[in-house]
């Protein structure tokens, strides 16, 4: 279970938000919604620990979301793709999967890429690949990740249709194993089976 | 976590291999700034020798702020840093295989090319025996502090300056016990004194600043 209690957030002089509360149970989805600038990837990075809330609190489990133990049940996904422009798809997505602690091995990583439609493009420089397919390449750590708890900061932008659907697909499948999920989008959102809650800050 | 810090390694050495102009332009930087003394100051053997440990290991210091920059820049930019901020593991591991990394494409290089570069300043061949091991324990020296300096001014505006006011002071110890070594030796004393002290500076700061250094890039991060 993931909690946050009286969350307030501050980036300079200005205040995003202040006493925000919320809990997120074993297979809910929770929308962040609110205009740019309003603080929504703010507040994914206070959810994930990479940055500290000015007041408030969230835990994780009843603990705080800091350390390794909380970190091996978080994937973060930022609105950033994280891909190297010189290495290859095939490349990009073991490393990052290494990094996160669930190493693949290279039929595992193949079938990934090409379940998110870049097959014959796996040993491709990213340079060279469109942006939506770099997006892809990112979001192809959904297929793979055991992690319960996904933060994901605007996943659907730069995908096409069927992108969308198949992540969508994902995410039902996801919470449909009792995993979380809390994502920003201004795409509107059809996960089967699943009605998200909201959280709209202005 | 052991594996982890060689996937670093990897992935590193791997992004250097497909960059490598950004390696050799570190690498030329030092053999050009060595080579321009003994032109400037003329062929008087004596002098050239005499300043040759001097000038080799400044152009290191110099050569080593070049690549500094670029630690973790790039990794900052598209967002790897913060996966890795993120990883299960500790950052401290993930920090040591990044400097590791960059000592071998950036302090490695130096390391073998100086005793060729110091035949131009005509160091006799023991010396330049000593001049590579003084730089092979005194360049991963650079790496370790650079880092941390490369951590703390992560995404600030003229960065690479600071970088080099902050850095350079901190590397004057290895300066001095590097280019020590070397001078001792050429005047017919033991350098041991002077290259135990270096390992011991690498020792230390193998211990410490992998930690410091992951501690500010969580604080460059928020």
């Known amino acids: ?202 | 976590m052991g594996k982890l810090i060689a996937t670093v390694i990897r992935r590193d050495l791997l992004l250097a291999y497909r960059r490598r102009a950004d390696v050799l332009t570190t690498l030329f930087f030092f053999v050009i700034v060595v080579s321009l003394f003994p032109l400037g100051v003329g062929p008087e053997m004596k002098t050239l020798r005499l300043i040759a440990p001097g000038v080799v290991w400044v152009a290191a210091l110099l050569a080593s702020m070049l690549s500094l920059q670029r630690l973790f820049a790039a990794d900052y930019q598209d967002g790897t840093l913060e996966q890795m901020l993120l990883a299960p593991q500790p950052l401290a591991a993930i920090v040591l295989g990044k400097i590791v990394a960059h000592w071998m494409v950036s302090g490695l290089p130096l390391a073998l090319m100086a005793p060729l570069l110091g035949l131009q300043f005509n160091l006799p061949p023991a010396a330049l025996g000593v001049l590579f091991l003084a730089l092979l324990l005194g360049t991963p020296v650079l790496s370790l502090i650079g880092a941390i300096g490369a951590a703390l001014t992560l995404g600030l505006r003229g960065g690479g300056v600071l970088l080099s006011l902050l850095v350079l002071p901190l590397y004057i110890p290895a300066l001095i016990f590097g280019a020590g070594a070397v001078e001792a030796y050429v005047v017919g004393v033991s350098p041991e004194g002077h290259l135990s002290l270096l390992g011991a500076l690498l020792i230390f700061s193998g211990l410490a600043a992998p930690w410091v250094t992951a501690l500010a890039l969580r604080i460059a991060m928020e």
């Open chain 1, 1 to 202: 279970m993931l909690e946050a209690a009286h969350l307030t957030c501050q980036r300079g002089e200005r205040t995003l938000f202040t006493g925000l509360s919320f809990t997120l149970s074993a297979g809910e989805l929770l929308q962040v919604a609110g205009p740019n600038g309003s603080g929504k990837t703010s507040l994914l990075k206070l959810l994930c620990g990479l940055s500290p809330p000015l007041e408030g609190t969230v835990n994780w489990q009843n603990a705080p979301v800091r350390g390794e133990d909380f970190r091996r049940n978080l994937l973060y996904i930022g609105h950033q793709n994280a891909v190297k422009e010189d290495l290859s798809a095939l490349e990009n997505l073991r490393i990052a999967t290494d990094f996160a602690g669930e190493p693949l091995s290279d039929a595992q990583a193949l079938a990934a890429l090409a379940r998110m439609g870049l097959a014959g493009r796996e040993h491709l420089p990213a340079k060279v690949l469109s942006q939506g397919q770099k997006r892809r390449v990112t979001l192809a750590r959904l297929l793979v990740s055991r992690a319960p708890l996904w933060v994901l900061d605007e996943p659907l932008t730069a995908l096409d249709v069927r992108a969308v659907e198949l992540i969508q697909l994902r995410l039902a499948e996801h919470l449909a194993r009792q995993g979380m999920v809390v994502l920003t989008t201004h795409q509107p959102l059809q996960v089967p089976g699943v009605t998200p809650r909201r959280i709209e800050l202005s």
